[in-house]
């Protein structure tokens, strides 16, 4: 590993867009010259904004995760989640289960609800919109973060609808943003590897082109340390670069290391310093982001806290619930206290936020 050339470093800084062999070249560099180059740039946006004492915020927000029916057929070789359908382990929420953990939500000052399950091939689009409805009118103020882009594409087909007015209805109905799910790694020769079934890279791509053109903004991921390349997660992060300068809607992007336990993928793991890596490079690629998350969930508070000086600048969410990287292995659970101490005791001020990353407090 040889030291980061200073040229490079200086077009990093300038704000020049840097290509796939930048990104390769940076990759390599030391960690903390890398981690150095990812804060600078951090420092030159918005994820530094400061508050009237000259503190720099980091934000979070308090939201729960409800997955709204285990039962899947797209069978991902990386999900320890799923049930196929009429298993006895297989459910769909009833409404009375819905609002007992949105009431629970709310009671804690929650602001956004993250809705997500398998692709049901049963339930009809009626049961969608219902349900999006009865959120919006019994809790008005909790944001509707729903329905990954590969779900999306599930509807569409099973509905007989064209995408553009599945998104239509659903946003119509409440939702009001679209979390980055079932990115995985956007190259389809990896997608064909761990999740032949579901979405392929253009398709994903294409539910957040037309949801942006709808109004509606979203989140973006990348789930990596299995079977891809450092090249496959470069390309993965272009694409979300190429995506953002054409629609503009990505809110934040948020990456993480595939969990194996219980899973069908065979594949080692990568540790905390690749995760480091790999955000910082994260945020030198995708210039035409503002916010990246840290991953606490996965890497653990600490790795949280270290990742806030390797680009990242949101701590991501209190996630009252989480029950698909949980079932993998990934066990870490925090309270909005105990986030908002992490923050402080890495040096920089906790705020509040909300989907859109408007501060509350």
């Not at 272009?238 to 219980?262: D, K, M, Y």
């Amino acid at each position: 590993m040889v030291s980061l050339d200073p040229a490079l470093g200086e077009k990093v800084l300038s704000g020049e867009r840097i290509s796939t062999a930048d990104a390769l070249a940076l990759y390599r560099a030391p960690l903390e010259e890398l981690g150095a180059l990812a804060n600078a740039r951090r420092k030159q946006i918005k994820g530094a904004a400061y508050d009237g004492r000259g503190n720099e915020i980091v934000t979070y927000i308090v939201d729960r995760n409800i997955n709204y029916t285990n039962v899947c057929d797209v069978h991902c070789k990386f999900c320890a989640f799923y049930r196929p359908e009429h298993h006895k382990q297989g459910y769909v929420i009833t409404r009375d289960e819905l609002d007992q953990k949105l009431q629970e939500l709310s009671d804690i000052g929650g602001v956004q609800v993250l809705l997500q399950g398998g692709h049901h091939p049963s339930l009809k689009i009626d049961w969608y919109l219902e349900m999006l409805a009865h959120i919006r009118e019994r809790f008005p103020q909790i944001a509707i973060h729903g329905f990954s882009p590969p779900e999306f594409q599930h509807f569409a087909k099973i509905f007989a609808m064209p995408l553009r007015e599945v998104l239509a209805k659903f946003k119509e109905a409440g939702l009001t943003s679209i979390p980055g799910g079932g990115g995985e790694i956007l190259v389809d020769r990896v997608r064909n590897q761990i999740a032949p079934r579901k979405c392929n890279t253009d398709q994903w791509l294409e539910v957040m082109d037309v949801a942006h053109s709808l109004g509606l903004t979203s989140s973006a991921t990348m789930m990596f340390g299995h079977v891809e390349t450092i090249e496959d997660r470069i390309e993965h992060l272009h694409r979300l670069r190429e995506q953002q300068a054409r629609s503009g809607g990505f809110t934040a992007f948020i990456c993480w290391t595939f969990q194996p336990e219980h899973t069908a993928l065979k594949a080692p793991t990568v540790g905390a310093m690749e995760y480091l890596r790999t955000l910082a490079v994260a945020r030198l690629v995708l210039d035409n982001f503002e916010n990246l998350q840290s991953s606490w969930v996965t890497q653990g508070p600490q790795i949280g806290q270290i990742s806030l000086e390797y680009g990242a600048n949101d701590f991501g969410s209190v996630m009252m619930e989480e029950n698909v990287v949980s079932s993998a292995g990934a066990h870490f659970q925090l309270q909005k206290e105990e986030i908002q101490m992490l923050i402080r005791d890495a040096g920089y001020e906790p705020r509040l936020r909300n989907t859109r990353y408007a501060l509350l407090d």
